[in-house]
């Protein structure tokens, strides 16, 4: 089965979670930040490259969100 790296948790798309969309798992990155007021200046891992055969084996799927109804159910 192929990964998509938009399921998985390292990828930020932009313009919303991040300025430009990439991997941002540390060790895919070309330049990182550790504080978070420079967030912005990092840049993220060419995730189209990385994963370009869908076998990336640093994917992590992201935990799926309940849908409204099963959540309030739940609580
Ligand atoms: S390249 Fe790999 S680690 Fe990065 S977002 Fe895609 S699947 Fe995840």
Known sequence: MKNHCE???HFRSAPYEAKT?????????PQKQKLACLDEQQLPGD?????????????????VRLPWWKRLLAS
């Open 7 to 9: 399921n998985c948790v």
């Open 21 to 29: 969309a990439g991997c941002y798992l540390p060790s895919n990155m």
């Open 47 to 63: 995730h189209e490259t990385i994963n370009l055969r869908g076998d990336c084996p640093d994917f992590s799927a992201r935990a």
